[in-house]
């Protein structure tokens, strides 16, 4: 069998595992590690405070620093109300295309990686090198941080990491940062006859909305002159606005979920305390007119910082050299990188998989770009031979 058929089998594999975010990876995380158990790798399993998802971390090589890092994400989006065409948790073949759910985000380079690993095996010599998957990509990138902390305490200090998120094989050097928050509204429900004996909470999770549209426009203003991300400028996403039981309830409970993606920390903190002195100086006095327990609380989700383009990156050079490209773009969607960055690591993000692809119903990865990570890391493994 050939290593492309090979990765196909643990593709279809890893594709049965239902592993969207809120739902445990153990059973994921287990069989990965047997794979790579069963190469010679030295395989750490760090499990979450609730038991029920997990890291895993590999090695394969010498105990040193220096160590190249091939990262994923084991988690996936959630395929509830998607229209698909066949089961997404199992793996359909048609016109050279694979589908199904993480075929492309980001279980195809998951399995490319792993696949390889007895080609590492024989070939690592003077350079370790690690694999890490990871839980809760797709929320917050709550298992890389969870990760970065483990090794910090362990002192282990990979220098480059190459993560596998869908770039059609590209090489990103930058991407924005992703800021996740659920604002929460607690009013004084009544009935609709008499408005103004209650707190209508969705009316002013309304208000909040208005002000995030208005810091959305605001933003674009301040776009870096010479940015490189496409659009330029910090965005700010209204998700979800929840709240209120019937027509002629006052809704007592209201969220909304909203996300931001600066491109520069400043915007971030613009952001943030304006939205603070709106709900202290605007919004919160008149509710608390009302009834003094009124409240508005925002939730941070999670905070993951961009990755900054660098002018000495170890790792684009090194991918430079295994895919032949010549370039380096930016880009708008998150990732762990900016975690591994921020950790002393050189970072690029380079992928089998088109970005749009991801999250959509019948999400399929091209057989033909799961060959060429293939050929990559390949390369790699004759690269560390020498």
């Not at 809704?251 to 709900?279: I, T, Y």
């Not at 008149?286 to 009124?294: F, I, T």
Request: aromatic share 6%; with cysteine.
């Amino acid at each position: 069998m050939t290593t492309l058929a090979e990765t196909k089998v643990l593709l279809e594999e890893l594709v049965a595992f239902p592993t969207v975010s809120s739902d445990s990876n153990m059973a994921m995380i287990a069989h990965l590690a047997s794979r790579l158990d069963g190469c010679g790798a030295r395989v750490e399993i760090y499990l979450d405070p609730s038991g029920q998802k997990a890291n895993l971390f590999a090695t394969i090589g010498p105990e040193t620093d220096g160590g190249i890092v091939l990262s994923g994400h084991t988690d996936v989006v959630p395929v509830a109300d998607q229209d698909w065409a066949t089961d997404p948790f199992l793996i359909s073949e048609a016109d050279g295309n694979l589908y199904g759910r993480g075929t492309c985000d980001m279980k195809g380079f998951i399995a490319a990686a792993v696949a390889m690993a007895p080609r590492f095996a024989e070939t690592v010599r003077d350079r370790p090198i690690h694999f890490a998957f990871t839980h809760d990509e797709e929320i917050g990138c709550i298992g890389a941080r969870a990760l970065a902390q483990t090794l910090g305490e362990k002192g282990l200090r990979p220098s480059v990491a190459i993560i596998g998120e869908p770039t059609s094989m590209r090489i990103v050097e930058g991407h924005k940062g992703c800021y996740e928050y659920s604002t929460h509204f607690t009013g004084l429900e009544g009935h609709g006859s008499a408005p103004d004996r209650g707190i209508n909470a969705v009316e002013y999770a309304a208000r909040y909305v208005a002000r995030l549209l208005d810091l959305k426009e605001a933003l674009k203003a301040r776009a870096p002159s010479r940015s490189r991300f496409d659009p330029p400028w910090t965005t700010i996403n209204t998700g979800a606005v929840i709240g209120g039981h019937a027509h002629n309830v006052i809704p007592g409970l209201a969220r909304v979920d909203w996300e931001m993606r600066p491109v520069q920390a400043g915007d971030a903190e613009l952001v943030k305390s304006d939205l603070a002195r709106f709900c202290a100086e605007t919004l919160i006095p008149a509710m608390r007119a009302v009834s003094p327990d009124a409240d508005i609380v925002t939730e941070t989700i999670g905070e993951v910082d961009g990755l900054v383009p660098a002018d000495e990156n170890e790792a684009k050079e090194i991918v430079m050299e295994l895919t032949g490209e010549t370039e380096a773009d930016c880009v708008a969607f998150g990732t762990e990188g900016g975690i591994f960055q921020a950790m002393g690591m050189s970072v690029v993000i380079c992928g089998p998989g088109s970005i749009a692809q991801a999250h959509k119903p019948d999400e399929f990865l091209a057989e033909a770009q799961l060959s060429d990570c293939l050929q990559m890391l390949d390369r790699l493994g004759g690269r560390l031979s020498q």
